[in-house]
């Protein structure tokens, strides 16, 4: 099992509503990740962090923002949650580019 | 721009069969190639991965072929089971110098062995 966690594993919100999706790992990995998959489909980065202090936009746009304070956390934010923010949102964590990332389970995200 | 390209989308095999998935990249400064394997409700979890300076890499009933001249990489399962109908992902990324990047994911494919 990896030392990876998310948090909450399912969300239901209403749309205008601000929420904080939580990601920690404790293999003190220095990069972290966050992709957008629709169930079964293809996965979208998002953001990513080098390290504490860092982080940079993926390839998908977002509306969302991240922070990296910590090492082990680093959460996604949505300042106002809309319908077509429903999805699911996958935290990763690695040691390096060429190492072997690390999931979490997900939190799927529905907003009505 | 995609840059990594994986087929098929879907694959249905019969118990016992070979399972075959390729993908084809375009940058040829990647230098790392993992396959991953995502089961309903999980992430992707690495299933196994292989450097450019070997053709070949086995761990138990899969496998991954790689043909750099071809820009091209496959995962083989052999004797497939019910157990291992699931999404698998191939990736690319770039591990060092100044275009080091993360992971480019391939889109997927959808796999079922049929008992």
């Known amino acids: 099992e990896a030392d990876i966690y998310q948090t909450p594993r399912y969300l239901v919100i209403g749309t205008g509503k601000k929420i904080t999706l939580e990601c920690s790992q404790t293999?003190?990995?220095?990069?972290m990740y966050w992709y957008q998959q629709d169930p079964g489909m293809e996965l979208h980065l998002i953001h990513y962090?080098?390290?504490?202090?860092?982080?940079e936009k993926g390839d998908l746009s977002s509306e969302s923002t991240v922070s990296r304070i910590r090492t082990e956390h680093f959460p996604l934010t949505l300042e106002s949650a809309r319908p077509s923010h429903t999805s699911q949102y996958l935290c990763?964590?690695?040691?390096?580019?060429?190492?072997?990332?690390?999931f979490g389970q997900g939190t799927r995200l529905t907003v009505v | 721009q995609q840059q990594v390209k994986q087929s098929p989308q879907s694959l249905i095999v019969q118990k016992g069969g070979i399972s075959i998935i390729n993908c084809a990249y375009e940058?040829?400064?990647?230098?790392?190639f993992p396959w991953y394997q995502q089961f309903p409700g999980k992430g992707p979890a690495l299933l196994i991965a292989?450097?450019?300076?070997?053709s070949e890499k086995k761990e138990g009933r899969f496998t991954i072929s790689f043909n750099k001249s071809a820009k091209q990489f496959s995962l083989h399962i052999m004797d497939s089971q019910p157990g291992d109908s699931a999404t698998y992902f191939c990736?690319?990324?770039?591990?060092?110098?100044?275009?080091?990047?993360?992971?480019?994911f391939g889109s997927g494919t959808q796999l079922t062995v049929l008992p």
């Open positions: 990763a964590s690695s040691a390096g580019w060429n190492t072997e990332a690390f």
């Open positions: 293999m003190g990995h220095d990069k």
């Open positions: 962090s080098y390290g504490v202090n860092s982080t």
């Open positions: 940058n040829t400064a990647f230098d790392y």
């Open positions: 292989i450097r450019p300076d070997v």
């Open positions: 990736a690319a990324s770039i591990s060092s110098g100044g275009s080091a990047r993360q992971l480019t």
